[in-house]
């Protein structure tokens, strides 16, 4: 009985500790910085860290695939295709940061019109681009055998909707994206 009791105070300290430090804030400079509202600064990806894990989603994912020679000659549209698409998240993304740090002394009322004009462009500019990847990756799809599309299917599963990320296409770019004031 006392070591069911001791294993159940142990448990409950372990436990009430963990809580206690999950809601403690971090200490350090970014500690104290914060904006008017009393918001602290968030980690927010660089352009160099989104080109990385952008690169090494595209390495995966031909790894992964295990492209046949024949296979290979495809590849080089398809991933010309994703790293045009990267290239244009990262350039949105780069801007909805030079925009939130131009604006983040002035009131948050903006202009409903002209967040659904902004939306529709990135829109649309994402739906060329993911056109031009179907263009490019259909021939190659073409040739996959039943084990590559599974394969596919797994390595891409964040980029699609219902995917363990996605946010309407790109990250940061859904129902959260540059008109929602971020």
Known sequence: MLKVMLAGATALAIAGSTLVYAQQRPAGPDAAAQDQRGHHPRWQMSA???QAFADARIAGLKAGLRLTPDQEKSW???EAAMRELSKDRIARMDERRKQREAR???PRDRDMVVSLRERADVMSKS????ARLADAAEPLYKTL???QKRRLAML????RP????WRGGHRGDG???PDRGR
Do not use: F
């Open 145 to 147: 055998d039943d084990g």
């Open 104 to 106: 983040a002394d002035q």
């Open 48 to 50: 160099e860290d989104a």
């Open 175 to 177: 129902p959260r994206g």
């Open 127 to 130: 739906a060329a681009g993911l």
């Open 156 to 159: 891409t599963r964040d980029m």
């Open 162 to 165: 219902g995917g363990h990320h």
């Open 76 to 78: 080089p549209a398809v």
